[in-house]
């Protein structure tokens, strides 16, 4: 009998870590670093390998702790999808790390990068390091860095009681 697959987007965790502990974060393993295998990629491209179309996310933590080399494993299953057109790839990440070997990483392999930022800095402060340091210079750091090597981005951005109205900022 023949299967019908009605999904079209799949979310993997590249890592469980995040180098971030933002106040507000609902994660219970950030602290940890529990890296996906790239035994779990290949499984997962067989496993997709009759669908059409398939949207990727890759979520976090924060995926690029994982670190370049290792994402580059990761995704090497899906790189044959990708070039027939039917694997698209994006990525949610809080643009601390990105630099611009992630940049040409990301255009390679035509990812759609997503940050998260709250809006201007005053609005960022629950978004700090381990140590409790604001991360906001960071995040534009990084945004810098995919504007310069031409990476449109949308971002998301968490409202709270001290946001909500403040629209026009964010
Ligand atoms: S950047 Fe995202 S994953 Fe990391 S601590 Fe903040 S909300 Fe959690």
Redesign the pocket.
Known sequence: MEIKFAFKNLVLQPISL?????T????PN?DKNLRMKSEITEAVAKSIINIPKMRITWH???PLTCGLDHFKKLIQPFVFLEKEGRVKHSIQT?ATLIDDDWCEFFLKHQFTVGV?IDGPQYLNKN?VDWSGKESYLRIIKGIECLKRNGLDFPIIA?VNHESLDKAKEI
Do not use: A, K, P, T
């Open positions: 995040c180098n971030l502990n933002c507000y974060c609902y994660l950030r976090g933590g924060e809080n998260s978004r968490v």
